[in-house]
């Protein structure tokens, strides 16, 4: 009788330490698993998301027919068409600057550029690096350098977007056009400063006011001359410096 009841006290004993055993295996493989990184020498992928540690996305590098269609205000905006590139998003969850590129031909035209622009919060682009290149009939009209916008304070993209669908359903053409002025008076982006090429091909330095209006010019124009230019308040040229 005693050696049936060692026999099982044996066996039970044997069991827990299996059982013990196998669930502390199990227990550190998943572990492991979590934590292993792996390295990888080569993706070939169509889209790649990087999210945060509350799934919202921090990144997407995507080519044009997959991209992202932006985010602001914790919703996703509709479907619509953008170039390949990298889209950026801050710890909101909210659009805040990209990368990207294209190029396209048509009726034997062609435009190419590329874009790396850094965005106001909770609203559009103010700082841009841009490469514009368009082709047509044997003419080249291209525009390279910095872009620096403003907007005012407060401004909302979401909040202009749906103030802008609703001038959109004035059916008066004229009304419209006149209210979406004013709208993009009080609330769009001016720009401040642009350091580059235009597509006239001059090159320097262009300065304007809070409204946007020109204020200072310092250039070379089309034709190689160097010319220093300052504006009034009425637009008109107030100073005018020109060296052949």
Request: net charge positive.
């Amino acid at each position: 009788m005693k050696s049936n009841i060692e026999k099982k006290v044996n066996f039970i004993m044997a069991y827990a330490i299996a059982s013990t055993l196998m669930i502390c295996f199990f227990s550190l493989s998943s572990f492991k698993a979590k934590k292993e990184e792996k390295s990888i020498d080569e993706i070939i992928a169509k889209k790649i998301t990087i999210v945060g540690e509350d799934n919202l996305p921090r990144m997407v590098l995507s080519n044009e027919n997959r991209q992202h269609s932006g985010r602001m205000n914790g919703k996703e905006w509709p479907k619509r068409e953008r170039p390949s590139g990298i889209i950026f998003f801050n710890n909101q969850g909210d659009e805040c600057g990209g990368l990207v590129y294209q190029t396209k031909e048509k009726d034997g035209n062609i435009i190419s550029g590329m874009s790396f622009t850094m965005d106001n919060y909770k609203d559009d682009q103010v700082v841009q690096i841009l490469n514009d290149e368009f082709y047509a009939n044997g003419k080249a009209y291209v525009q390279r350098g910095i872009n620096i916008n403003q907007y005012p304070t407060g401004t909302n993209i979401d909040d202009r977007n749906k103030k802008i669908e609703a001038i959109n359903t004035i059916a008066d053409e004229k009304e419209r056009k006149q209210k979406l002025q004013e709208l993009f008076e009080k609330e769009g982006a001016v720009n401040r400063v642009f350091l580059g090429r235009t597509k006239g091909n001059s090159s320097g330095l262009f300065l304007s006011g809070p409204d946007g209006k020109p204020k200072m010019m310092i250039y070379v124009d089309e034709k190689g001359n160097p010319k220093i230019q300052t504006f009034n308040a009425k637009g008109e040229v107030k100073d005018f410096i020109e060296s052949k």
